[in-house]
């Protein structure tokens, strides 16, 4: 067996082992087109949620001619309550009683825009949050 193998072998090994489940950095957003949201998503890809289908399908914009342009704007305002329940007495372990309500309220905007510059040519534009909100 050649150096070359040997060492994309290793390489190969080497990266399974290290290897890791990625995680998110917030929690996942849904709220893309108000349209959407009042339809529960259903039939999204297809174009049934308007031009903000584009963040699930980009070729949707080949059903609208002319110039596009959908804006949405959506309030969250989650409500969590968090609540120890440790067999060690939370002082002890340096926690408070009760966190109570962590959730964070937000505006999630989001836009699109498409233009038919030909008969085969579409541009398209989306502005949009895919991950995001807070806790206390």
């Known amino acids: 067996m050649g150096q070359i193998a040997r060492a994309l072998i290793l390489a190969a090994a080497a990266g399974s082992i290290i290897a890791s489940a990625a995680q998110a950095g917030g929690f996942a957003i849904r709220e893309q087109s108000a349209r959407g949201q009042g339809a529960s998503f259903a039939g999204a890809a297809a174009g049934r949620a308007g031009l ?5 399908n980009l070729a949707i914009i080949t059903q609208y001619n002319g110039w596009n342009y959908q804006s ?3 309030l969250i305002m989650p409500r969590t309550d968090l609540r120890l329940n440790a067999t060690v007495p ?6 408070g009683a ?3 309500d962590i959730g964070q309220s937000a505006i999630v905007p989001a836009s699109y825009s498409s233009y038919q510059v030909t008969d085969r040519i579409f541009l398209g534009f989306a502005m949009n949050s895919r991950f995001g ?3 206390k």
């Open 90 to 95: 939370a002082p002890i372990l340096g926690f």
């Open 52 to 56: 903000g289908s584009m963040f699930w």
């Open 98 to 100: 009760n966190a109570g």
């Open 133 to 135: 909100l807070v806790t």
């Open 72 to 74: 949405n704007a959506s």
